[in-house]
């Protein structure tokens, strides 16, 4: 039963969040600290910087389909969506100065820094913003409502990729293809972009298969430090505006001074997933089937799986254990053999419905019990055993814990 699993280690299942560095990133990043010098500088040392972060640019590029031009690095996945934000209404304002406001259209899954930016600057009065539904019975966004939604004045369509509560994979070659019918229409342009922050590392992602001018990179959720990556389509054609002014690095587009061995762990974490990906998902997938398949099995109609039939991730599972009498975080805090959430980290801890899961149409009741699991790398079978039989005991004390405590209360039970 779930005491006697106190005293062992816990399972981390909520890779979605964070994931720990790779030995190699280590190494990369401790290999990369003798060169401390500027990597503008022309000292020797400099020079070495500057070929370390060169070298970490192309191991990116390749990772991305693209040339090692079309990488920019950041401070991490907030940057540099604000970034393609800030790029997009400047692009707008070239266009048509100060007459009219720019349009952006996203759905209503995405991440907070892209919402909460384009909520702060709509507030504000400098551009309109849009929201896209998204199919309760998929998970995905509704194509049709975004049709409708642009206009001339659309200068922007931001999807992420893959959902980081759900999981569920956005069909971003569609959303694409009508955002440039859109701009065909209106004799304009329409710029694409997703946040790939959980889509890196758990399958291939290709700007030119995907058609976005614009593609976020976060290195945290695939093994890498906490910094990030701005990709772009096409160095020639995407028009990306400086968002700091000051020197010429990163092509002129992102002032200040390099963070070396960050990046050098950045572009080992991208090789990896280059040599590596395959085995990586079907790695995961396996893990993460066996859990849902072993947890139906134990629990049932006690347990909802959210788009279990839709393209997801293979590392994550959305769970709604929906006979459980309490809510997800008191269901979380009684498991003692594993680390798990109920939605995305920057909002944990919290006693909020998930935006996400109301977003898809998931019944409050529902998305009140819902946990988010999230497996990697190292995830296994044997964990996912010892995971399932602590909820299966934690489902059965919660259905039938109080009628025990009341009939110890009353008297001894036959047979003690």
Known sequence: MAWYIE???????????TTPLEREVE????ESMKYWANPSSNSPLGVKAKEVIEAARDDVAKMMHVNSKEVFFTSGGTETNYWVIHSAI??????YGREGKPHIVTSSIEHPSILEPLHW?????ELEHTEIGVDPSTGLVKLDDLEAALCERTVLVSVMLANNETGVIQPLSQIADIARRAGERYDSRVLVHTDAAQAVGKMDVDPDVLKTD???????KFYGPRIGALVIRSEKTVPLQSLFRGGSQEHEKRAGTE???MIAGLGAACRIVTERLPDFVEHMRDVRDYFEEQLKNALGDAVVIHFATSQRIPNTSSVSFVKYPGNASDLLSKCKSFFASTGAACHAGTNRISAVLSACGILDKVAFRTVRFSFGRDSSRAQVDRVVNELKSI???????????????????PGF
């Open 395 to 413: 489902a059965f004390f919660g259905k039938y814990g109080s009628s025990l405590l009341s009939a110890i209360n009353k008297g001894p039970l």
């Open 90 to 95: 400047e692009h707008f304002k070239a266009i």
């Open 121 to 125: 600057l709509s507030q504000k009065g």
């Open 259 to 261: 963070n070396t061995p």
């Open 7 to 17: 005293e062992q280690e816990r399972i981390y299942l909520d890779y979605n969040a």
């Open 27 to 30: 190494n990369a990043i401790a």
């Open 214 to 220: 614009f593609v976020t990179v976060v290195g945290h």
